[in-house]
């Protein structure tokens, strides 16, 4: 199969980062074992649109255990862990299509060089296959039997899609498992982005003010982990429920251009755009660091602040200084995920579990093939509940069973006060 990564030379390196990630990945490994016992996906062509990490590639192997066939790109320019792509590269069944630091263009090209590939099974991180699919290639999609998506912001555009009658086929919103968005986004989020942005700043967080900006499961888990690292936070939102939440959970609430005059780091994290705007960075204090974890790098007004700096240098890595005459505030990761543009994304544990809800809702997608409707489908909550008994066995953690006794109590309704 015909692969285009930067620099083959990296595959040793690759291959150990990925036994790395496979230490730490012991409950999707249990379902690689179970995949090459069964094989589920026999013939099967799976076609991928996902951050290419070492954690990914451990999914990837494990759908070929299952006896796929795998054509892989990037969901992002940026998050492509070049000796990742080439040791995956070598791998039998398996084509990659990807490097760090793709431009627009070899970022839509590679897409359709996955496209090309014909796949049955699509694993989108944002929708931009699915997307590609329906709009340009809607001849391939009679052949689709279903696909997968692994984030609020494809989930959100799926709805949309399901909204306007424009969704083709089966759909698995992976995110929308318990063991996803309520482990991935908020332990894995949480972790990575102050990851991403002590990579590329390495300041200290201790005493810093953070500005949060949305408190969904993502924003959550970076508030909790600034706070723990001694950060004062501020969350700003829109939503009154969840303004309540970081209100209960002891956070400082406000709208944002009272936020502006307070932050020294900015984090945005709501899957919406401009929610940084130039206004914004305009009332900002001098030297204050921008940052975004949200799936696309339209949160922060990127373009607006190009357009106002006088000047842009980078620092660091990954660390831009743009110049607004009088002051100047740093971009971390150019306003990309920050946890994948200038670190390595969520760490290996917590995609386990990510990744065993992609490799279930494939095998699930395939064994229903034919019974799905061109809807968007959660995975049933007893594989979300086998998720967790895998992790909790990975872990080495037991935990009790309901007696006899307690099981007819809950199915009962009689007995009371
Ligand atoms: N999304 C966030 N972190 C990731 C990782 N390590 N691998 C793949 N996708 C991710």
Not at 269 to 286: F, L, P, Q, R, Y
Request: glycine share 8%; charged share 25%; proline share 3%.
């Amino acid at each position: 199969m015909a692969s285009q990564v930067k620099n083959p030379a990296l595959a040793e390196h690759g291959r150990r980062n990925i036994e790395w990630a496979e230490r730490q990945m012991g409950a999707l490994l249990k379902v690689q074992e179970r995949f090459a016992k069964e094989k589920p996906l026999v013939g099967v062509r799976v076609g991928m649109a996902l951050h290419v990490t070492k954690e990914t590639a451990v999914l990837v192997k494990t759908l070929v255990a299952g006896g796929a066939e795998v054509s892989i790109t990037g969901c992002n320019p940026l998050s492509t862990q070049d000796d990742v792509a080439a040791a995956l590269a070598l791998e039998p069944h398996v084509e990659v299509f990807a490097h760090k630091g793709e431009t627009r263009e070899e970022y839509y090209d590679f897409l359709n060089r996955v496209i090309a590939f014909k796949p049955q099974v699509t694993i989108d991180d944002g929708c931009d296959l699915v997307s590609e699919i329906h709009t340009k290639h809607q001849g391939l999609i009679p052949d689709v039997i279903c696909g997968c998506e692994e984030t609020t912001t494809g989930v959100i555009r799926l709805a949309a899609m399901e909204k306007d009658c424009a969704l083709k086929y089966p759909m698995i919103a992976v995110n929308d498992s318990d063991t996803k968005h309520l482990m991935d986004n908020y332990y894995g989020t949480g972790q990575s982005t102050l990851d991403g942005i002590l990579r590329a700043s390495n300041i200290l967080i201790s005493g810093k003010v953070i500005v949060v900006v949305g408190y969904g499961n993502c924003g959550k888990g970076v508030a909790s982990r600034a706070r723990g690292l001694g950060a004062r936070v501020i969350v700003t939102e829109v939503n009154p429920f969840r303004a309540l939440q970081a209100t209960m959970d002891g956070f400082a609430v406000m709208p944002m251009a009272e936020a502006v005059r307070e932050g020294e780091v900015f984090v945005t994290v709501t899957g919406n755009k401009n929610v940084v705007s130039t206004e914004h960075i305009k009332a900002m204090k001098d030297g204050a660091i921008l940052a975004n974890s949200g799936h696309f790098d339209n949160e922060v007004d990127v373009a607006g602040l190009s357009a106002m700096a006088k000047a842009k240098r980078t620092v660091r890595p990954m660390f831009d200084e743009y110049d607004l005459g009088g002051k100047v505030v740093f971009l971390a990761g150019e306003g990309r995920l920050v946890n994948l543009a200038a670190a390595e994304g969520h760490p290996s544990t917590v995609m386990a579990m990510s990744f065993c809800n992609q490799a279930m809702a494939v095998e699930w997608g395939v064994k229903n093939r034919g019974k799905l409707e061109a809807k968007v489908y959660r995975l049933p909550p007893d594989l979300d509940l086998e998720v967790s008994r895998l992790q909790l066995e990975a872990m080495g953690i037991r935990i009790d069973k309901l007696t006899p006794e307690q099981e007819a109590y809950l199915n009962s309704w009689q007995e009371g006060t």
